[in-house]
């Protein structure tokens, strides 16, 4: 898990007040898990077209939007523990590269980012809702695979 449960509910009331279940979060732990790899892939690729051994900061490919939803992640006030991040992406492929210790300390915040625009792409997906099902993570996955 990236986070502790207590960590996960806590997000999605305060980014968009909704309630999740064990069950949403295991399936959210593992969809984060493969975006933060995922941009940690793209930051690779940056890094190594540059010429460059080391996979630095400015490397992620972090949109504005993302920026300014781990401005808001950073303003909730809930520190995540960069850990449980390290030890769900030792599950996946390593990366060619290192990863700058910049980067290290940004991983718990970009996975706090990523809960708090998950649980917002959520509501916007489907204003009313208050717990979310399967069909609505289902839809919020597909619309994440098609950005990040």
């Known amino acids: 898990m990236l986070m502790k449960i207590a960590e996960f509910e806590r997000l999605f009331r305060l980014a968009a007040g909704l309630d999740v279940d064990k069950d ?4 959210l732990s593992d969809f984060l898990r493969d975006k933060i790899h995922d941009l940690l892939v793209a930051a690779e690729r ?22 300014e939803t781990l401005r808001a992640f950073r303003e909730m006030d809930v520190a995540l523990e960069l850990k449980p991040v390290l030890d769900a992406l030792a599950s996946l492929p390593p990366l060619d590269l290192e ?8 991983l718990p915040d970009l996975a ?7 649980a917002r792409v959520l509501k916007e997906l489907e204003p009313g809702l208050k717990n979310p099902q399967a069909e609505h993570h289902q ?8 950005l990040l």
């Open 112 to 118: 706090g980012a990523l809960v708090v625009a998950y």
């Open 46 to 67: 940056n890094a190594k077209y540059n010429g460059r051994d080391l996979v630095l900061e400015p490397d992620l490919p972090l949109t504005k939007g993302l920026q």
């Open 24 to 27: 949403d979060l295991k399936r």
């Open 99 to 106: 990863v700058s210790e910049d980067v290290r300390r940004l």
């Open 139 to 146: 839809r919020a996955e597909r619309v994440f695979n098609l």
